[in-house]
């Protein structure tokens, strides 16, 4: 039986302000990666998305980023690559204290937005955040994309990959992402998402905005869970994967 885990991005709310159903999230995923303070989420957010985590045995994710509040993460930041370590550091660090005082730990990292894109093709960067995780523990597996500069890096210093895949966002003939700035960049119907994600499991492809074919090693899928009927396109993807014999578990 093939086996798949089932990500998402959460804790990305900040005081009053709620983004996504973290809780509903939390009863579909078997990862979350929660957001560590820089591009979005409070203090007691994330202790409390980290409670939630602990409560329902989802691992935990240290969702890093550039220091990008207003930009939701989602802007270039042309970052010297030793502040970019430190960065990455901290974010680690102050996620991996709550999630202790939730009883729970930082079992992997992924970065988010922005930097997840920039360090596909930026070996300055790629090796910066890649430094960071060994600096910390070099136990900690790395989530990102396949044949990345990022998973080169993380390769040279021994790290642990995982391998990813996007359940809702359209993706180029080169294998990666389109941009959010383009139409159709994000997915929305569940039950064509879902689909999509037994593909990418079962055969190891998707299938490009201009039509062709895209090879893909998959070993964690995500889904974002700050999408519109984010639930529902979670919940369809699980059933579907189920569906397909297909078992989803976290990879860590």
């Not at 935990?60 to 980023?65: E, H, M, P, T």
């Not at 700050?226 to 529902?232: E, I």
């Not at 569906?243 to 578990?249: E, G, S």
């Amino acid at each position: 039986m093939a086996v798949i885990d089932l990500n998402a991005d959460l804790g990305e709310g900040f005081g009053v302000w709620r983004l996504g159903d973290d809780d509903a999230m939390l009863g579909i995923v078997t990862s979350a990666n929660v957001a560590c303070g820089f591009h979005a989420g409070d203090p007691a957010g994330l202790l409390r998305v980290c409670r939630g985590a602990a409560a329902r045995g989802v691992r935990i994710g240290a969702q890093v980023s550039y220091r990008d509040l207003a930009g939701f993460g989602r802007r270039f930041i042309d970052v010297d690559p030793a502040d970019l370590t430190a960065d990455v550091v901290y974010q680690i660090g102050a996620l991996q204290a709550i999630a202790r005082a939730a009883g729970s730990t930082v079992s992997y990292v992924k970065p988010h937005g922005a930097l997840y894109n920039t360090i596909v093709t930026n070996p300055e960067q790629a090796a910066a955040v890649a430094e960071a995780v060994r600096l910390v523990d070099d136990t900690l597996p790395v989530l990102g994309m396949a044949g990345s500069a990022f998973f080169a890096a993380a390769e040279r210093l021994n790290l642990t990959t995982v391998a990813e895949a996007f359940a809702d966002r359209a993706y180029r003939s080169d294998g990666q992402l389109v941009s959010r700035r383009e139409p159709g960049a994000v997915l929305h119907d569940p039950e064509t998402i879902a689909q999509r994600v037994q593909d990418m499991v079962s055969c190891g492809r998707v299938t490009a905005v201009d039509g062709s074919p895209v090879q893909l090693r998959v070993e964690s899928v995500c889904v974002h869970g700050d999408s519109p009927g984010a639930v529902q396109i979670a919940t369809a993807v699980r059933d579907g994967l189920r569906a397909a014999d297909i078992d989803v578990r976290a990879f860590c």
